[in-house]
Nanobody, 128 residues
C-alpha cells in the first residue's frame, strides 16, 4: 500500500517562506512522477508543480513560477516544495501526489485524474 504524508504547513505572513515535504512509502519511489496541488477555500484543486521520475525536469504553473521550487530525493523517498515570497492568495491546502509513469518517460502529469496516489494535505495560511 502506497502512503504519502505531507508536512511543513502553517501560518505565515506575506513575503515569508515555507518548505513543504512529502514522504512516500510502499513502492519504489523512483517509478513515480510527483506533483503538488493546492485547493483554496471554495475553489477547485489545481496543479502547481510537478517533476519527472528522476527529478531532472520540472513544470510549474504560472501562478507560482519564480516563487516555488519542487525537488525530490529518490534516496530518501521524499519530494519537497520550497515556497518563497508567499502571498495571501497562496492560502490553501497543499497536496502531494504520485503518478505511475513508464520507465524512461519525461512526462509530467498535470491533471488530477493522472495521479494514482494522494496525501492527506497540509494547510498553508498566509496572512497579509
Amino acid at each position: 500500500q502506497v502512503q504519502l504524508v505531507e508536512s511543513g504547513g502553517g501560518l505565515v505572513q506575506a513575503g515569508d517562506s515555507l518548505r513543504l515535504s512529502c514522504a512516500v512509502s510502499g513502492r519504489a519511489f523512483s517509478t513515480y512522477a510527483m506533483g503538488w496541488f493546492r485547493q483554496a477555500p471554495g475553489k477547485e484543486r489545481e496543479f502547481i508543480q510537478g517533476t519527472t521520475r528522476s527529478g531532472g525536469r520540472s513544470y510549474y504553473s504560472d501562478s507560482v513560477k519564480g516563487r516555488f521550487t519542487i525537488s525530490r530525493d529518490n534516496a530518501k523517498n521524499t519530494v519537497s516544495l520550497q515556497m518563497n515570497s508567499l502571498k495571501p492568495e497562496d492560502t490553501a491546502i497543499y497536496y502531494c501526489a504520485a503518478a505511475i509513469i513508464d520507465s524512461g518517460s519525461l512526462y509530467i502529469p498535470t491533471r488530477i485524474s493522472e495521479y494514482n496516489y494522494w496525501g492527506q494535505g497540509t494547510e498553508v495560511t498566509v496572512s497579509s
